[in-house]
């Protein structure tokens, strides 16, 4: 991967710099010396950052095509409540309660263009957070709100830092939030699919076709 490239080039600079650092020491040169130290310190903090960016990056998945990324599972248990079990292929089952009449699924999507896809950067998505909402406004207002994180990133945030400083990067074609929702039924089982266009959901049983059928 490009980023482990990047972190081991950085980090033999800096071990190129470290032993030029004491062989000026050795020579009796300490200003040069000082100023290959610092070279090799900031050989070293440009390592690290970019391999902070990597593991953050790694989180996310590579979007090339469509492709599953959840199925969704929901039982009733009374009123505007639901159990929902989300089934993540990378991460296993997860479990929440969700108020309301629809549930919705977010994910972030990156998309890189020019040297940045030249270099092996596809477009990437990770799923966000899951959350309830009420078909009514004001009920979507007033009533008790649910909503819960999927992912939490591992290391630098890059959605946060390419979301601040856009402006900076030539190579960062876009970089947006995807949603699809669909109501909640009890036994309703839903898959989501990702594309370059963003999140997908479709039922999958037939208490979930019913759901639809009679939401739209």
């Known amino acids: 991967m490009i980023i482990g490239s990047i972190v081991l ?20 040169r300490p200003l040069a010396s000082v100023l290959h130290g610092f070279a090799a310190l900031a050989a070293l903090l440009a ?22 990324v959840a199925e969704v599972r929901f039982r009733q248990q009374g009123g505007k409540r639901y159990a ?18 629809e549930w919705q ?12 896809t030249v270099l092996g950067l596809d477009s990437d998505f990770r799923l966000d957070r899951i959350g309830g909402r009420y078909r009514d406004i004001a009920e979507e207002r007033s009533a008790p709100r649910t909503v819960f994180e999927l992912a939490r990133p591992p290391g630098l945030d890059v959605w946060d830092l390419a979301r601040r400083f856009h ?7 876009a970089l947006y939030g995807s949603a699809t ?31 639809v059928a009679a939401w739209h």
């Open 9 to 28: 080039g950085c980090g033999f600079v800096a071990l190129l710099f470290a032993l030029a650092a004491v062989s000026r020491a050795r020579r009796r």
């Open 167 to 173: 402006a900076f990067l030539p190579w960062l074609d």
């Open 105 to 116: 699924l977010d994910a972030r999507v990156i998309k890189w263009h020019g040297w940045a």
């Open 84 to 101: 929902a079990e989300v089934l993540l292929p990378d991460r296993g089952r997860q479990s929440f309660e969700l108020a309301g009449d």
């Open 181 to 211: 929702y669909l109501p909640m039924a009890d036994g309703a089982h839903y898959g989501v699919s990702i594309s370059s266009t963003g999140l997908v959901a479709r039922p999958l049983n037939r208490e979930a076709r019913e759901a």
């Open 47 to 68: 390592a690290a950052v970019v391999a902070l960016v990597g593991v953050d990056l790694a989180s996310y998945a590579r979007l090339t095509h469509e492709a599953p």
